[in-house]
């Protein structure tokens, strides 16, 4: 589990509530009907047109992961890829059959696979290279949902003042709703540019962020696999996996 992500989602509360409350506005202030359909409900309306329908659901199943990411294990990874070239050393490339089954990940099982079917190494970077081409494509776009969100909200925080101050216009001739009909007309505004900065562009970052490091793991074992196929010296392959490593 992210708790940085935890502590930065309470910290963005207590940024708001508490800061409305400092400046006098109160809680009541926040509380915004109109505010929510034209700022909330607006923005996923954006993201919908935005968005193919498939791009969307991987984006929505991703958005768990800035609370609880992926686990990446890049150095149990390169104790494994050691054993396995030990392993082809010993006994061949046949001799890794049996552990294809054991392996989790679909992407290091069909490397390994490659592998033991004696794919020649170019092609297993070939093949390699387009399936993480393909992967990291689509969750980029998953990670670009929230991007957009981040775009929109703040945009239609304003559009949701203007139609505030437009029913503030209507009743210029009673002064008594002026106040209280400006600070509505400000609280889209609120709601816009805080989720853009407070949710949705601080989402896609960290989400970009585990996909980055994603595709360094896969191209450590891509770059592994082929140095099993090619027989390489399993210390050999230690130390050259070791500097895709950055902890």
Excluded: C
């Excluded at 791009?55 to 990411?69: Q, S, Y």
């Excluded at 294809?100 to 070939?126: C, H, M, N, Y």
């Amino acid at each position: 589990m992210d708790i940085l992500t935890l502590v930065g989602f309470l910290f963005a509360i207590l940024a708001i509530v508490v800061g409305s409350i400092l400046k006098g506005a109160g809680l009541s202030a926040l509380v915004s009907g109109a505010a929510f359909m034209i700022v909330i409900v607006g923005t996923f309306a954006a993201i919908f047109v935005h968005t193919p329908l498939p791009v969307l659901r991987h984006g929505m199943r991703m958005f768990g992961w800035i609370i609880r990411p992926p686990r990446i294990d890049g150095r149990g990874l390169v104790t494994k890829i050691v054993d396995w070239s030990n392993i082809a050393r010993k006994q061949g490339l046949l001799g890794l059959e049996s552990t294809i089954d054991e392996e989790s990940d679909p992407f290091v099982r069909k490397a390994l696979q490659l592998v033991v079917d004696g794919t020649e190494p170019d092609q297993i970077r070939s093949i390699m290279e387009v399936e993480l081409s393909s992967r990291e494509h689509a969750d980029h776009a998953g990670a670009k949902v929230f991007e957009g969100m981040g775009i929109y909200s703040p945009t239609l925080g304003i559009i949701g003042a203007v139609l505030g101050l437009m029913a503030v216009m209507q009743n210029l001739a009673d002064p008594s709703k002026l106040g209280a009909g400006i600070a509505a007309a400000f609280t889209a505004t609120v709601y816009g540019i805080g989720l853009a900065n407070l949710l949705f562009l601080p989402a896609a970052a960290k989400l970009k962020a585990i996909v980055a490091q994603q595709t360094q793991t896969r191209e450590m074992v891509i770059e592994g696999m082929i140095s099993i196929a090619l027989g390489e010296n399993p210390r050999s392959i230690e130390s050259k996996l070791q500097g895709y490593l950055n902890d």
